[in-house]
């Protein structure tokens, strides 16, 4: 069955504390893995799309990277700003997307 | 370039009462749209999605129906609510492999 896990499910960092967040998956055929950030009642904003292992994408603060069976965020030197709940979903056969639960972050000033 | 749009932002409905959100999609033709509804804390489900006018095909057993009378517009119904109902719906669009969302629709039924 296709699966997509995220970890931890609460990330607590003190103002320019880097770390990262991690989205692992199960799918048969990888067509793209996507991340979002969603900020409390908005929809998901478009991050980036991965979709072969070894790929990077980077923008601002945030760099993600895709292995065969995870993908991580890496935040570094992070803003308050950068507060929100990141969105993890993987797209497997024909046109259905499997999303994760999510990582809500929250950066102390 | 494309927008999407979802209206009401908010609505508050009693049990047992009517239910229509919809969906509006500019600057793309024939997209594929998706209707989400997301729990407090909790991830996306994929309520509906449709790859062309009339074209509807539903993930779970609900109480709920979606029509695509036009190319770009996307309307959730139902003809009953439930409590359970409740929940933060979503509306989406993909012209490629991610997609693109709406800015959602705050439901309580009470």
């Known amino acids: 069955e296709d699966q997509v896990t995220q970890s931890p499910e609460a990330l607590r960092l003190q103002e320019g504390e880097s770390s990262s967040l991690n989205c692992s998956y199960t799918v048969s055929g990888l067509r793209g893995l996507f991340w979002y950030r969603q900020d409390p009642g908005k929809g998901p904003e478009f991050l980036f799309t991965l979709y072969s292992a070894g790929e990077e994408k980077e923008k601002e603060r945030l760099k993600a990277t895709l292995t065969k069976k995870e993908s991580f965020l890496h935040i570094t030197a992070p803003k308050p700003e950068d507060s929100a709940t990141y969105l993890c979903a993987v797209q497997a056969r024909a046109s259905k997307i499997i999303f994760g639960s999510g990582t809500r972050l929250s950066i102390r000033p | 370039s494309q927008t999407i749009h979802q209206w009401p932002a908010t609505l508050v409905q009693p049990v047992g009462s009517p239910l229509s959100l919809e969906c509006t999609v500019e600057?793309?033709?024939?997209?594929?749209l998706y209707w989400y509804r997301q729990a407090a804390g909790r991830g996306l489900q994929l309520l509906f999605y449709s790859v062309g006018i009339g074209q509807i095909s539903s993930e779970v057993p609900q109480n709920l129906s979606a029509s695509r009378p036009q190319d770009r517009q996307f309307i959730l119904s139902s003809k009953k609510l439930l409590l359970s109902d409740s929940g933060f719906y979503l509306c989406?669009?993909?012209?490629?492999?991610?997609?693109?969302f709406g800015p959602g629709t705050r439901l309580t039924v009470t």
């Open positions: 600057g793309t033709s024939n997209p594929n």
């Open positions: 989406a669009w993909n012209g490629g492999y991610e997609q693109y």
